[in-house]
T-cell receptor, first 110, second 115 residues
Framework: EDQVTQSPEALRLQEGESSSLNCSYT??????LFWYRQDPGKGPEFLFT???AGEEKEKERLKATLTKKESFLHITAPKPEDSATYLC???????????FGAGTRLFVKA | GAGVSQSPSNKVTEKGKDVELRCDPI?????LYWYRQRLGQGLEFLIY????????KSGLPSDRFSAERTGESVSTLTIQRTQQEDSAVYLC?????????????FGSGTRLTVV
């Protein structure tokens, strides 16, 4: 069964303290791995798509990387406005649905 | 429109009543998805539409749940005889086509509370 597990459930950082969020996945043929950001009371906002092991994508202070079993979202020198829930999701080859993990809640304190 | 619009934003209903949730996707987006998000949990897939057909409705929890879509436009998710466990945020998303590499565009959701 296709599955996505994210860790940690919650992460508290000081402003400027870099860290990484983990997404482990099991899928029968990966078509794509996605990262989203979700703010309270809003729908998820798309960040990145990764397709194959070794691929990296960057956006401002965020960098996503992909291996055959995991993806990492690296946050460099975070700011309080980076506080949100970060969701990882996978789409299996031959399937229509995207399967989401439970997310990591990130809190960045000034 | 500029984004995915969902209505109502909040709905409180009594157990046993039927509710209808509406989603207006981005114009031109042929793919439409419904997800459910319970408090503190991830998104749970419900149904996928391509145009007005539903190639994958494997996530609908029971026969109390149904959904339809008019052409490549509005979709409604109907929950009959609501139960307390149906309380959740129901999110709609759309994309240009299935497997869109730019990901989905989500609405802000309908928060359903069954009392």
């Amino acid at each position: 069964e296709d599955q996505v597990t994210q860790s940690p459930e919650a992460l508290r950082l000081q402003e400027g303290e870099s860290s990484s969020l983990n997404c482990s996945y099991t899928v029968s043929g990966l078509r794509g791995l996605f990262w989203y950001r979700q703010d309270p009371g809003k729908g998820p906002e798309f960040l990145f798509t990764l397709y194959s092991a070794g691929e990296e994508k960057e956006k401002e202070r965020l960098k996503a990387t992909l291996t055959k079993k995991e993806s990492f979202l690296h946050i460099t020198a975070p700011k309080p406005e980076d506080s949100a829930t970060y969701l990882c999701a996978v789409q299996a080859a031959g399937g229509f649905k995207t399967i989401f993990g439970a997310g990591t809640r990130l809190f960045v304190k000034a | 429109g500029a984004g995915v619009s969902q209505s109502p934003s909040n709905k409180v209903t009594e157990k046993g009543k039927d509710v209808e949730l509406r989603c207006d996707p981005i114009s031109g987006h042929t793919a439409l998805y419904w997800y459910r998000q319970r408090l503190g949990q991830g998104l749970e897939f419900l149904i996928y539409f391509q145009g007005n057909s539903a190639p994958d409705k494997s996530g609908l929890p029971s026969d109390r749940f149904s959904a339809e879509r008019t052409g490549e436009s509005v979709s409604t998710l109907t929950i009959q005889r609501t139960q307390q466990e149906d309380s959740a945020v129901y999110l709609c998303a759309s994309s240009l086509s299935w497997g869109e590499s730019y990901g989905y565009t989500f609405g802000s959701g309908t928060r359903l509370t069954v009392v």
